[in-house]
């Protein structure tokens, strides 16, 4: 008994719910034919009218084919998720859930032209049919388009506008001419070596530069051996009624003599000695150096024979050497034996020996004294 109130009260509930579905259902198709009455699209679908219910008291669409119909229109509605639904509208007033709905193809709109997208609906009964959504065309979104002042050299233009959406011009740009520059006088460029020299002009607008050459006149004033010269570079120009002067100064250091060597100047003794030197840009000009006196004796003299000293300058300019002739030096005796009657003697320079020897003759008793040298240097 139990399990029989149970099964009546399960039916219950199924029907119950059975009737909300088909209650909204009813509602929501109301609503759309409303608002799809005035759009047409002429394509040909099946439709489905048949269901069955399950043991839980669940409706399911049954798919029959049944006469060919036209569609109407459909609507395609997009949740916040991002799933996609839609209803299709026939012309006899029926309206279908279509089972899928797939974004085909979207065609973003632009300024001045409208957009779409194109959904692909599968029926309940797997034809396939297209819904089109016009997206409305976008206004254009003016911005300005900078100008540009005039210069001196380069036209300018006048602020404009385009859209920044698909840079159409919506209001075209005119050109500024060209000021031109204003050139004032501002100064004299000389060269490094003051040779040469350019004027230099800036325009009051827009600080550029431009230069022309100039003539330099040059006065000299030669230098000497020992005084400096001078050199003078001016110019002079009249520009806008007003003349405009400078120089410049350069200092010419004195040549300095060029001296040219003339002679040895000895001393008496021929120990010292001065190098003389001339002056080619003025003969009045003279000088005296210190040189080395290089003094050798080249011949040893000897008892018997006279030796030879010299002395010698060497420069970078000349070579002088002078002589002198040294007397001999004669024996410088030393005594290595000595006897009553006998006294030998031997030179200390040489090795000469002189023998000194005393006689008596005994019938006239005179003393006779000889001597003999015995020279190594013969």
């Not at 600080?207 to 000497?224: A, C, D």
């Not at 001339?278 to 290089?294: A, P, S």
Request: charged share 25%.
């Amino acid at each position: 008994m139990k399990q029989e109130q149970n099964t009546n009260t399960n039916n219950n509930k199924k029907w119950s719910k059975k009737k909300k579905i088909v209650l909204i259902s009813s509602i929501i198709a109301t609503f759309l034919l409303v608002v799809a009455a005035s759009v047409a699209i002429p394509l040909v679908v099946y439709n489905t009218h048949a269901a069955t219910t399950n043991t839980d008291g669940q409706t399911t669409p049954v798919q029959t084919e049944t006469e060919t119909k036209k569609i109407t229109t459909g609507k395609v509605t997009k949740y916040d998720d991002g799933t996609l639904s839609a209803y299709v509208f026939f012309e006899d007033g029926t309206v279908e859930l279509a089972k899928t709905v797939v974004e085909a193809s979207r065609t973003a709109a632009s300024c001045g032209t409208a957009g779409k997208v194109v959904y692909t609906l599968t029926l309940q009964n797997g034809e396939t049919t297209t819904v089109e959504e016009v997206i409305p065309a976008l206004d254009h979104k003016a911005e300005v388009i900078p100008g540009k002042s005039a210069t001196c050299t380069e036209a300018g233009l006048t602020e404009g506008q385009r859209c920044s959406e698909c840079g159409e011009i919506l209001v075209e740009q005119t050109e500024i001419p060209a000021l031109g520059h204003t050139w004032n006088f501002t100064e004299f460029v000389w060269a490094n070596n003051f040779e040469t020299c350019e004027v230099l002009y800036i325009c009051s607008t827009c600080n550029e530069t431009r230069t022309s050459n100039i003539e330099v006149l040059k006065q000299v004033v030669e230098p000497t051996c020992e005084e400096s010269g001078l050199v003078t570079y001016s110019v002079s120009l009249t520009y806008d009624g007003v003349e405009y002067t400078d120089y410049k100064t350069v200092k010419l250091e004195p040549t300095g003599h060029n001296w040219l060597f003339t002679r040895f100047v000895w001393s008496e003794d021929l120990t010292t000695a001065k190098a003389e030197f001339i002056c080619q840009n003025d003969t009045h000009h003279f000088k005296y150096e210190d040189v080395e006196v290089v003094i050798e004796i080249a011949v040893e003299p000897t008892c018997h024979k006279e030796g030879l000293k010299t002395y010698a300058i060497t420069t970078e300019y000349e070579t002088e050497v002078k002589e002198e002739i040294l007397p001999a030096l004669g024996h410088e005796w030393v005594i290595v034996y000595e006897s009553e009657n006998m006294k030998i003697e031997r030179c200390s320079r040489c090795g000469a020996e002189r023998l000194t020897y005393i006689t008596v003759n005994p019938d006239t008793n005179v003393t006779t004294t000889t001597v003999i040298v015995f020279d190594t240097e013969e």
